[in-house]
């Protein structure tokens, strides 16, 4: 479930110095001057953007105008969701959560195989809950990292990640032993 949105505005809501529409403005404008198409964008899309088009079109249309991938520097303004945030600016998370945009949510799950409904996002709610803790241990540092609990994924897998790290280093076989996405690494990471 897409909870970001509603995530963000309740801290800005709680905690914030600013208005909601003020914290979108950075955002907004990113979308419509479009991010920059650096050297590793080029070569992903270039080696793996034939099936974008068909799997996701507006991605496509986005940094492939015409099939053709933009140019490294260039900009790739992403209208489409300009327009969404310059909504969700105004209406605040509703605009994603109901009316037209939940629709295209709901349609965009389905044609991939997911089950995400317009009706389901218009009901989401935020739930507070106790972050995850992990000190990770750096190059003589502790570093206090907190992150986001389950039912979230992201919050957990990093977690696994810095302890797998801070052990693999214990035994002086920590991740940057190996050539980052070398097969080694790889394989490390995936454990």
Do not use: C
Not at 53 to 59: A, H, K
Not at 75 to 92: D, N, V
């Amino acid at each position: 479930m897409p909870g970001e949105i509603a995530g963000l505005n309740a801290l800005v809501s709680k905690w914030g110095n600013r208005t909601w529409s003020q914290d979108m403005e950075p955002a907004i404008a990113l979308a419509t001057t479009g991010p920059m198409v650096t050297k590793h964008v080029k070569m992903v899309l270039t080696r793996f953007g034939k099936d974008l088009p068909t799997l996701v079109p507006e991605f496509a249309a986005d940094w492939m105008p015409g099939g053709t991938v933009r140019a490294e520097g260039e900009r790739a303004p992403r209208l489409k969701l300009a327009a969404t945030l310059q909504a969700i600016a105004a209406q605040g998370p509703k605009a994603l959560y109901e009316g037209q945009t939940a629709a295209a949510i709901e349609r965009a799950a389905a044609s991939a195989g997911g089950s995400v409904t317009a009706a389901e996002l218009g009901q989401y709610k935020v739930i507070e809950r106790d972050p995850l803790h992990v000190s990770h241990h750096r190059d003589g540092h502790i570093r206090e990292v907190y992150t986001m609990p389950p039912p979230s994924a992201g919050g957990l897998m990093l977690v696994q990640a810095i302890v797998a790290d801070d052990l693999w280093r214990a035994k002086g076989k920590g991740l940057e032993r190996d050539a980052w996405n070398s097969g080694p690494y790889l394989h490390r990471v995936a454990e």
